[in-house]
């Protein structure tokens, strides 16, 4: 993301690296006892999952809108003169 100074850049980094490293490791625990347990849990948990593996990508839509709307014309708040 643009206009961000380096040192933020690289703790977002490593922060965002490790929340996505937690959460997958999360997952991954999760699916393992649900099919330790039989196939019917896991139909419990697919949403959970499916969720869990898209906040990354929600949390940096929200962070970084500004940008976002710069890049793409569609997205302005108003629409460009």
Request: proline share 7%.
């Amino acid at each position: 993301t643009p206009r961000l100074s380096w040192r933020r850049r690289v703790l977002g980094a490593l922060l965002g690296s490790a929340f996505i490293a937690v959460t997958h490791l999360f997952i991954i625990a999760l699916a393992n006892l649900a099919f330790l347990a039989g196939g019917g849990v896991f139909r419990t948990i697919a949403p959970f999952i499916l969720i869990m593996d898209g906040l990354p990508l929600l949390a940096w839509l929200v962070v970084a809108r500004d940008f976002l709307r710069t890049l793409v014309p569609g997205l302005r708040e108003e629409p460009p003169t």
